[in-house]
């Protein structure tokens, strides 16, 4: 074929040897020369792929068919809803610590070719939240929509329609309360299993703007716009289990709104609160009353994270969504050395909350949403920072882009690594420390 010949193989079985996993949860084979972005496979497999998307470029994308030799570390899925075709756990086919491997090769390949910086070490470890390695039941925050007999699923993988089947991720009592609530056709449903064993239940109508195809720069878009929506939403009405839920992180509790964003993992924010304090406490040079930051801090538990590392440190968490931030501001409030500022990080950096720049951090800590910081934010982080800065990034590409930032502004990347936060997925969150360039 030429580059002028029209290409479709929409709807074609081709017979491909799957190669290593890609970004987005696909993995990577090859046909006739294009790439072919195969869900369903596993590094080493020949399988039967059945091309539903073929944009007529130099790739298309199917879904395996049939495993004609399948790889030691495919196992029976776990997740129903998945293998009736939902867009949930996309690598429940997969054992999970092959699946560690797989999303650790993902995190070193996105920060060569998009950060351009090579990764601590041979490889990126991936470990489970807190050693906590279930494979079901470990949600604790969940949506579902209703079909038009009024039963609760979630959406098949690009498409808007409803599966019913039950999905392995959520905690059994979140799905007894939805179908005991019997909320009826046409709704979004939030559920939510507080640290006190408390479920709540929100609802509103579903919105006729469900997930459709779009590319995975466009997903990611619309997960941030998501999160940062906030108040700004349409609003839940709550059905049950009150408006405000209890989390806890070590030694601190919060009071929430149900719809505040927090680790959907029973065992991540403990997990990344450990990481961050330790970070914190062992940043080479740290006085004893260190200036921190915590941007895009939601409720503010790495700001306490950082208070547990050094009691003297004076915390500052910015977040621009009100019901998060009231929650950080009601529980740590009564700490003189921690402040609470609503803001875009963007504003916050060009005029702190007083109209003046705001003075310069000895450490920063940065969780933003799955598009990442951005570059101008970095930059600036750069600029400002004086001895190190944590990044989490919940998306590899985002993560990889923004650290690479700041290593082509000097900084030293002391370590990355993968956190396991949502098994039976290809998602994983990633962690980032780098200290410093020396400065005259």
């Known amino acids: 074929m030429t580059h002028r010949d029209p290409i479709d193989w929409t709807g074609r079985a081709l017979r491909v040897r799957v190669e290593g996993p890609a970004h987005g949860g696909e993995f990577v084979a090859r046909h006739n020369g294009r790439v072919v972005f195969c869900r369903g496979g596993i590094t080493g497999e020949l399988v039967e792929v059945v091309v539903d998307d073929d944009p007529g470029r130099g790739f298309c994308r199917g879904t395996v068919r049939t495993v004609l030799e399948p790889s030691a570390d495919r196992v029976e899925p776990v997740c129903a809803a998945a293998a009736a075709g939902a867009g949930c756990c996309d690598w429940s086919h997969i054992h999970p610590a092959a699946a560690r491997r797989f999303t650790g090769r993902v995190l070193a ?37 209703t079909d038009e007999n009024g039963r609760p699923g979630v959406r098949r993988a690009r498409s808007r329609d409803v599966v019913t089947v039950p999905c392995s991720q959520p905690d059994p009592r979140l799905r007894d309360a939805v179908l005991a609530a019997d909320l009826g056709p046409g709704r979004e449903v939030l559920a939510v299993l507080g640290d006190d064993g408390s479920v709540h239940l929100g609802d509103r109508a579903a919105s006729a703007d469900g997930p459709r195809g779009g590319d995975r720069r466009s997903r990611r878009s619309a997960a941030t716009r998501a999160r940062g929506r906030g108040s700004r939403g349409r609003a839940w009405r709550i059905v049950s289990g009150g408006e405000t839920v209890v989390r806890r992180v070590g030694e601190h509790t919060w009071h929430l709104p149900v719809d505040a ?121 750069a600029t400002a920072a004086r001895l190190r800065i944590v990044h989490v990034g919940c998306d590899p590409a985002s993560l990889a882009r923004d650290v690479g930032v700041l290593v082509g502004e000097g900084w030293v990347l002391r370590d990355l690594r993968g956190v396991a936060a949502f098994p039976g997925t290809h998602h994983v969150e990633g962690i980032a420390v780098l200290d410093a360039p020396a400065r005259s």
């Open 109 to 145: 390949e996105q920060a060569e070719r998009i950060g351009r910086f090579p990764v601590p070490g041979t490889h990126v470890t991936v470990t489970p939240p807190g050693g906590d390695d279930a494979t079901t039941g470990w949600r604790t925050i969940t949506r579902w929509f």
């Open 261 to 381: 964003f927090w680790q959907a993992h029973r065992s991540a924010a403990a997990h990344y609160s450990d990481m961050v304090r330790d970070a914190v406490a062992d940043a080479p040079g740290r006085p004893d009353t260190p200036v921190v930051w915590d941007l895009y801090g939601g409720a503010g538990v790495f700001a306490a994270a950082a208070r547990d590392a050094c009691a003297g440190a004076r915390v500052t968490v910015v977040e621009s969504a009100s019901g998060s931030l009231s929650g950080a501001a009601e529980t740590l409030g009564t700490n003189p050395g921690i402040r609470t500022v609503r803001s875009r990080v963007e504003a916050f950096l060009e005029t702190g909350d007083d109209g003046d720049a705001p003075a310069a951090p000895d450490i920063v800590v940065l969780d933003p949403p799955r598009g990442g910081a951005g570059i101008p934010v970095m930059k600036a982080l």
